[in-house]
């Protein structure tokens, strides 16, 4: 059981490059969600979607876009890299039964992105 | 504005001990809390929640206290073991039926020593 695949592990951007940042999950989860973490920091949701074809802005949407075109992926896409993307994307995703404490997030592990 | 705040970026604690990580919130209407455990090069993974309407959960090892008066929550670890060596997030989120947005703490580093 994969469960939060996530790819690629590492990746160097230039300014102004354009990437997408994979998420696979195997789990029939309707809920996912891409978080960043900044070094000292918590993580920040970014993006995340309740189902196929529903997304739905984060607190730090700006400079990334996704789509859900299926249950199990959801792409994060960066359009124009700044420096300020530098960080580690996490995406996760859970189960929609039951109290929300109840069907915790299962996290990938993380793809860390340099941005120079 | 951090809604969630681990005040404390590290703890060191002897194997057998007890270690309580502490999490603060301002968030009235938060009402669930939940704890996460990362090791590096993996992603957090879940470790207890606590619903606002308790004050106690226990699993094993760990127990999450809440005191909402307070805005104040705490995760025992009694044994600490070495493999609990790792750094811990508290999360908060609100409402059911919603996307569960959570909202996390900045992380505490725990270290269990021999």
């Known amino acids: 059981n994969a469960g939060v695949t996530q790819t690629p592990k590492f990746r160097i951007l230039k300014i102004g490059q354009s990437m997408t940042l994979q998420c696979a999950q195997d789990?029939?989860?309707?809920?996912m969600y891409w978080y960043r973490q900044d070094p000292g920091m918590g993580l920040k949701l970014i993006y995340y979607?309740?189902?196929?074809?529903?997304?739905d802005k984060g607190e730090v949407p700006n400079g990334y876009n996704v789509s859900r075109s299926t249950t199990e992926d959801f792409p994060l896409r960066l359009e124009l890299a700044a420096p300020s993307q530098t960080s580690v994307y996490f995406c996760?995703?859970?189960?929609?039964?039951?109290?929300?404490?109840?069907?915790?997030?299962?996290f990938g592990n993380g793809t860390r992105l340099t941005v120079t | 504005d951090q809604q969630v705040k681990q005040n404390s970026p590290s703890l060191s604690v002897q194997e057998g001990r007890i270690s309580i990580l502490n999490c603060d919130y301002t968030?009235?209407?938060?009402?669930?809390f939940l704890w996460y455990k990362k090791y590096p090069a993996e992603g957090p993974t879940f470790l207890i929640s606590?619903?606002?309407?308790?004050d106690k959960n226990e699993d094993g090892r760990f127990t999450v206290f809440l005191n909402k008066s307070a805005k104040h929550l705490s995760l025992h670890i009694v044994p600490s073991q070495p493999g609990d060596s790792a750094v811990y997030f508290c999360?908060?989120?609100?409402?059911?039926?919603?996307?569960?947005?959570?909202?996390f703490g900045t992380g505490t580093r725990l270290q269990v020593t021999l």
């Open positions: 996760a995703s859970r189960a929609d039964r039951g109290l929300s404490y109840n069907s915790p997030l299962h």
């Open positions: 789990m029939n989860h309707n809920y």
């Open positions: 979607s309740v189902g196929a074809g529903i997304t």
């Open positions: 968030n009235s209407m938060f009402d669930y």
């Open positions: 606590i619903s606002s309407i308790k």
């Open positions: 999360a908060a989120g609100r409402g059911t039926g919603t996307a569960s947005k959570l909202t």
